[in-house]
């Protein structure tokens, strides 16, 4: 496995060549690679209560995901942008990611939350880390996706 380099930062503390590798890699696999046209930019990426992931192998970006929070503390923190570069998947990358998602918003909003809407067929994946459906299946972008939530550690207790 390749040693990675793991980096969390606020929308504001992304200089711009880290801004365009994760656009960049969002847009390769989401719309290139996936066939889903969408608009990508969407207005959070440079917020303050927007955390980045990015997970960098020999100095590129081989990962990344999104943190949304919330100004409401009773909300669910919102995982997305969900991404691995096709050169990094399959060797247990993608559950080390969402596991640091986790821990992350374990740590810095302790109670709250998790949310994400999971394409379908990844459901099971994100059942393994405790997340359960809560709407039915619905399609976005032309991609059949589901709601799911995992419930805080200190609500499992």
């Known amino acids: 496995m390749a040693s990675y380099d793991w980096i969390w930062q606020t929308g504001p503390e992304l200089d711009p060549a880290e801004l365009y590798a994760l656009l960049s890699l ?7 690679e996936q066939q889903c046209p969408y608009q990508e930019l969407d207005g959070r990426d440079l917020s ?24 409401q503390p009773d909300q669910p923190v919102s995982i997305g942008r969900v991404v691995i570069h096709p050169d990094h998947r399959g060797g247990g990358l993608g559950h080390e990611l969402l596991r640091a998602a986790l821990r992350r918003i374990e740590s810095l909003w302790p109670g709250r939350d998790a949310r994400l809407s999971a394409q379908a067929h ?26 799911m939530q995992r419930e805080s550690s200190l609500e499992r207790q």
Do not use: M, N, W
């Open 26 to 32: 969002r847009e390769a696999v989401f719309v290139v």
């Open 48 to 71: 303050a209560s927007t955390h980045h992931l990015q997970v960098r192998a020999a100095g590129q970006l081989a990962a990344t995901l999104r943190l949304l929070v919330p100004e």
């Open 122 to 147: 990844l459901q099971g994946y994100y059942g393994h880390h405790g997340f359960e459906a809560v709407s039915r299946v619905y399609v976005e972008d032309g991609i059949p996706h589901i709601d």
